[in-house]
């Protein structure tokens, strides 16, 4: 299997920062590559697919980058709304996820 | 719209079984497959396996073969999740979500989680 390492963990930042989590596979996935926002008892949302493509209704604010094993997930300026928790799949071969980021108000 | 509704929370007892629905409507159900995914309390996200919605077969991740099983009525548009032989360790949100292969297989609609709790 093909793991995902995301880093940081947690993450505390305030309104108006710009935010990265990085996440980093055991193997090359090409850009195989998606990002989820999770808010708490609500399902994962699609921001991100094929690492940088930004799914149809995502603010601008958000952008992927990376490609091979490691990628990116920024937030360019955080909004109140963005505080949640954030994971990453691969979709190369069985999917896996990342084991999440959770973004918190400082 | 494109939704993926799923049916209710349930509490069963170690031992019993459980299945969960996911309806899907806006949208046509053979054309797109359907995964599943574990979230355990306060855990992250868990791929589960995928069901192909064309012709029924399953694919079953490391750790989820034996006492789960994926199916499906497609003419009523459902897929169905079933544990058998529950655990207290099966205690979960299970979330269906559709695949799409035109954005490299990610997963665009989620239903809105069944949470399983099992305990005697």
């Known amino acids: 299997d093909i793991q995902l390492t995301q880093s940081p963990s947690f993450l505390s930042a305030s309104v108006g920062d710009r935010v990265t989590i990085t996440c980093r596979a055991s193997q090359g996935i090409s850009s195989y590559l998606a990002w989820y926002q999770q808010k708490p008892g609500k399902a994962p949302k699609l921001l991100i697919y094929a690492a940088s493509t930004l799914q149809s209704g995502v603010p601008s604010r958000f952008s992927g980058s990376g490609s091979g094993t490691e990628f990116t997930l920024t937030i360019s300026s955080l909004q109140p709304e963005d505080f949640a928790t954030y994971y990453c799949q691969q979709l190369n071969s069985y999917p896996t996820f990342g084991q999440g980021t959770k973004l918190e108000i400082k | 719209q494109v939704q993926l509704v799923q049916s209710g929370s349930e509490l069963k007892k170690p031992g019993a079984s459980v299945k969960v629905s996911c309806k899907a409507s806006g949208y046509t159900f053979t054309s797109y497959a359907m995964n599943w995914v574990r979230q355990a309390p306060g855990q992250g996200l868990e791929w589960m396996g995928w069901i192909n919605t064309n012709t029924g077969n399953p694919t079953y991740a490391q750790g989820f073969t034996g006492r789960f099983v994926f199916s499906l009525d497609t003419s009523v548009s459902t897929a169905y999740l079933q544990i058998s032989s529950l655990k207290a360790e099966d205690t979960a949100v299970y979330y269906c979500?559709?695949?799409?292969?035109?954005?490299?297989?990610?997963?665009?609609?989620w239903g809105q989680g069944t949470l399983v709790t099992v305990s005697s």
């Open positions: 979500a559709r695949v799409n292969d035109y954005i490299w297989g990610s997963y665009d609609y």
